[in-house]
């Protein structure tokens, strides 16, 4: 549980993240669930009770593109399909108003994921992706669209096996539609949709826990502007404290220490090698080209200069990433990233948004060295590292930052004044067996965390 400091905002923020995973969001939560089981039962996942694979593969062999069904699935009366483009204005703000309207909130209704135009833009849109994966329902008599799911094209390896996959996430039905059971018929005809790419594995997350999670891991928050918290009533001052008291212990430095700098483009292949060879410490890692490396961390900077969109802030800007750079060799050492989600604060007079920023993904060469680990010194350098990003978020007046128990977070966590969540995340792979994966306990000898590097968004 979150200690008291932490207070209802957390708890909120990683239930609204939590609650919508593969069945649409809100539904009646008996019903929903035994649909999920029933509907899970079906698909080429391993199912719960299930022992451990002797060696990790695909569930279903890929099949050629003919022997994949060509038409769509059959929808309830009064409703069709359509294909999103994202890249258009005004279907990206279809989507974003949908999905702010009728996405995640947490159970008292008091927040709400508020997805900008600039972010689904920037997570929909990666290099080779297909618009045809962006799927929406809509009603054909108006075509206002009412519910939506996506996918994306993403590069795993899995321990030792490497394989081209999709990311599904986003899935999104109007409340007053819940009832018409659209999650399953949504996520087949995504994997229709997929399969007709040649690809047969996904990776997906969801709050609940359906067949089967390979992995969990557990939010952590750090409050950063703490005035605020507690004038909306999301953080409240505990028992034998003060706010005074607080505000004093949460207080971050004015700048950096490790004279960190905005990434550049001068500086994607340098970061695209020290993400790969960090990367390879974890068990489940994203494989990333140059301009993956480019998408992911540099296209969603915004435009302008830093406080053009407010302090700490360019115009429309959903990433920060920045850089240490070697001095003698002008190599990238080090490197952070975080993105932006705020959530719309549904009744309160006094705020509208809740500014929370999400640690993203990270490397340092220190990981290299001789006894690095062993002796503490990446412990350290990861502290001072991610103890930057907290600085850069608060300068540009993110109220919470959070993070996950997963790459090398939960050795650096506490020490970082983060509090742990009550709630947890659970990974999930479509069409392909492992072992589970170390997430926020450790597996056999693999430590915490460890077993995870996969950020999703």
């Given at each position: 549980?979150?200690?008291?400091?932490?207070?209802?905002?957390?708890?909120?923020?990683?239930?609204?993240?939590?609650?919508?995973?593969?069945?649409?969001?809100?539904?009646?939560?008996?019903?929903?669930?035994?649909?999920?089981?029933?509907?899970?039962?079906?698909?080429?996942?391993?199912?719960?009770?299930?022992?451990?694979?002797?060696?990790?593969?695909?569930?279903?062999?890929?099949?050629?593109?003919?022997?994949?069904?060509?038409?769509?699935?059959?929808?309830?009366?009064?409703?069709?399909?359509?294909?999103?483009?994202?890249?258009?204005?005004?279907?990206?703000?279809?989507?974003?108003?949908?999905?702010?309207?009728?996405?995640?909130?947490?159970?008292?209704?008091?927040?709400?994921?508020?997805?900008?135009?600039?972010?689904?833009?920037?997570?929909?849109t990666p290099p080779g992706y297909f618009k045809e994966w962006h799927v929406?329902?809509?009603?054909?008599?108006?075509?206002?669209?009412?519910?939506?799911?996506?996918?994306?094209?993403?590069?795993?390896?899995?321990?030792?096996?490497?394989?081209?996959?999709?990311?599904?996430?986003?899935?999104?039905?109007?409340?007053?539609?819940?009832?018409?059971?659209?999650?399953?018929?949504?996520?087949?005809?995504?994997?229709?949709?997929?399969?007709?790419?040649?690809?047969?594995?996904?990776?997906?997350?969801?709050?609940?826990?359906?067949?089967?999670?390979?992995?969990?891991?557990?939010?952590?928050?750090?409050?950063?502007?703490?005035?605020?918290?507690?004038?909306?009533?999301?953080?409240?001052?505990?028992?034998?404290?003060?706010?005074?008291?607080?505000?004093?212990?949460?207080?971050?430095?004015?700048?950096?220490?490790?004279?960190?700098?905005?990434?550049?483009?001068?500086?994607?292949?340098?970061?695209?090698?020290?993400?790969?060879?960090?990367?390879?410490?974890?068990?489940?890692?994203?494989?990333?080209?140059?301009?993956?490396?480019?998408?992911?961390?540099?296209?969603?900077?915004?435009?302008?200069?830093?406080?053009?969109?407010?302090?700490?802030?360019?115009?429309?800007?959903?990433?920060?990433?920045?850089?240490?750079?070697?001095?003698?060799?002008?190599?990238?050492?080090?490197?952070?990233?975080?993105?932006?989600?705020?959530?719309?604060?549904?009744?309160?007079?006094?705020?509208?948004?809740?500014?929370?920023?999400?640690?993203?993904?990270?490397?340092?060469?220190?990981?290299?060295?001789?006894?690095?680990?062993?002796?503490?010194?990446?412990?350290?350098?990861?502290?001072?590292?991610?103890?930057?990003?907290?600085?850069?978020?608060?300068?540009?007046?993110?109220?919470?930052?959070?993070?996950?128990?997963?790459?090398?977070?939960?050795?650096?966590?506490?020490?970082?004044?983060?509090?742990?969540?009550?709630?947890?995340?659970?990974?999930?792979?479509?069409?392909?067996?492992?072992?589970?994966?170390?997430?926020?306990?450790?597996?056999?000898?693999?430590?915490?965390?460890?077993?995870?590097?996969?950020?999703?968004?």
């Amino acid at each position: 549980m979150p200690d008291e400091t932490e207070g209802s905002v957390t708890r909120s923020l990683e239930k609204m993240k939590l609650a919508d995973g593969a069945q649409g969001g809100g539904q009646e939560k008996k019903t929903a669930t035994a649909d999920a089981h029933k509907f899970w039962g079906t698909q080429p996942v391993p199912q719960l009770g299930d022992e451990p694979p002797l060696e990790d593969g695909y569930i279903e062999p890929s099949k050629p593109r003919e022997e994949v069904r060509q038409d769509a699935y059959p929808l309830p009366k009064d409703f069709e399909w359509t294909t999103v483009d994202i890249m258009d204005p005004t279907q990206n703000k279809e989507v974003h108003d949908l999905l702010s309207l009728h996405y995640v909130e947490d159970a008292n209704a008091s927040l709400r994921f508020k997805y900008s135009e600039e972010f689904l833009r920037w997570a929909l849109t990666p290099p080779g992706y297909f618009k045809e994966w962006h799927v929406g329902v809509r009603v054909s008599a108006n075509k206002k669209l009412v519910a939506f799911i996506a996918g994306v094209p993403i590069t795993l390896r899995v321990r030792g096996k490497e394989f081209a996959a999709s990311e599904v996430n986003y899935i999104c039905i109007h409340k007053k539609l819940r009832s018409k059971r659209l999650a399953p018929v949504l996520i087949k005809e995504v994997t229709r949709q997929i399969n007709l790419q040649g690809i047969f594995q996904a990776i997906y997350t969801a709050g609940a826990v359906i067949p089967t999670p390979i992995s969990v891991c557990r939010y952590y928050h750090r409050s950063l502007n703490v005035p605020k918290l507690l004038a909306v009533g999301f953080t409240f001052v505990p028992r034998n404290s003060t706010a005074a008291r607080m505000i004093r212990m949460n207080k971050l430095p004015d700048t950096p220490t490790l004279g960190v700098r905005p990434m550049e483009e001068k500086d994607v292949a340098s970061v695209a090698d020290l993400f790969a060879r960090y990367m390879k410490r974890f068990d489940l890692a994203p494989l990333m080209t140059l301009e993956d490396v480019r998408h992911h961390f540099l296209s969603a900077q915004g435009t302008g200069t830093i406080g053009d969109g407010g302090p700490g802030r360019r115009v429309g800007q959903v990433t920060w990433t920045y850089v240490v750079e070697n001095p003698a060799t002008h190599k990238i050492s080090d490197f952070f990233s975080y993105y932006y989600l705020p959530s719309t604060i549904l009744h309160s007079a006094a705020h509208d948004m809740v500014e929370a920023g999400y640690l993203y993904y990270y490397a340092t060469d220190v990981a290299f060295e001789d006894g690095a680990e062993a002796d503490g010194r990446l412990k350290n350098r990861l502290k001072t590292l991610i103890g930057d990003a907290l600085v850069i978020a608060n300068q540009a007046k993110m109220d919470v930052f959070n993070a996950l128990t997963l790459m090398d977070n939960v050795s650096i966590l506490n020490d970082l004044k983060f509090g742990p969540g009550d709630a947890n995340l659970n990974f999930y792979l479509y069409n392909w067996r492992t072992a589970k994966l170390a997430g926020m306990s450790d597996e056999g000898d693999v430590k915490a965390g460890m077993g995870v590097g996969v950020v999703m968004l």
